[in-house]
């Protein structure tokens, strides 16, 4: 029998909650994301995850942990070698990275990329540097419609992102030219973890406005994830949000798009009312793409509400047998310089009905328990070469 008939795993994209002992290694000295966040700002009104033992974990600012926290908590560190979005995600799911993706946020990519993307593409670069992506379409923008050129730029993270405007530009052909872009990048040396479209709207400077239509084209895990155990178990794994991305489908049986964090965690609540057997795997991004990058402290806070106001209608629909893991994949801390992502560890906050009690239990050196306790509970056994140990009779 499974311990429960369904988990749901919610990673809140770059809530980390301080430095590792490498984070100096990575340029990342000091970083905390929510606990600066909550020394800005002092509180945050987030009843849900203080109930479930969220500030227990991580006490800051003005606020506290509860005298008796429904969840159990502890830090999870990072075994992978980098601090990306598709590393954390691919180890919580099995999957140790011991190269990192290929970074090009000071000199922007080889010209020789550049030449054979433009001659395969039919269209001129323009950009090509590390940017904001609002602020790299308010610069180009008007140049990419009227010349017909191609806005490429990468950021702090191991990206190459393509902007469009949707009418100019079609969606079609953004997505062909990112699929272009995906294939020459598969070259050790300009091997980045994901290629992205960026579609906008607007006409001018001062209209534009980027879609929900960004589609992320990411490398393939570099082998069987916990997810795909499951699939091939027979069990539903179901993705919101970027996950189905992140993974390319692999292990995926029903995925869901998402327009915004708060989407996608409406998109979480009614999947929670529907009958499903297996795992439900949502990410939700606004924390780093909106706030996090900008270093945007209120932003970031505001969106942490939001969520906990969500937290709440969700938790009052889970059903017995239901398990609730919250995480995070990496750090993003708004209040340190740069923008890129910051070497932390994770919280980790699981929470059921069914538990016989809350607190604490004892740090893991490895996001990989996640997937490694998700099999487990449901019987099927981790693929070969995956790390990660279960840690379900904890969660009981």
Known sequence: MNEYKRIFVIVLDSLGIGAMPDSPSFGDVGVDTFGHILEKLGTLDIPNLQKLGMLNLHPAGQMKGVDDPAGRYMRLEEESNGKDTMTGHWE?????????FQTFTDTGFPPELIRELEERCGKRVIGNKSASGTAIIEELGEEEINTGAMI????????LQICGQEETFD????????EIAREITMKDEWRVGRVIARPYIG???????RTSNRHDYALKPTGPTALNALKDGGFDVISVGKINDIFCGEGITEAHHSDSSVHGMEQTIDLCKKDFHGL???NLVDFDALWGHRRNIDGYGKEIEKFDKGLGTFLESMREDDLLILTADHGNDPSYTGTDHTREYVPFVAYSKRMKEGGAIEDEDTFAVIGASIADNFGVEMPEGTIGRSILSKLV
């Open 203 to 209: 006409k001018k400077k001062g209209e534009f406005k």
């Open 171 to 178: 969606l079609e052909n953004l997505y062909r030219c990112c």
């Open 92 to 100: 919580m799911m099995g999957i140790k990275t011991e190269k990192p």
């Open 280 to 282: 439900c795997f949502t």
């Open 152 to 159: 490429v730029y990468t950021s702090a993270d191991s990206v």
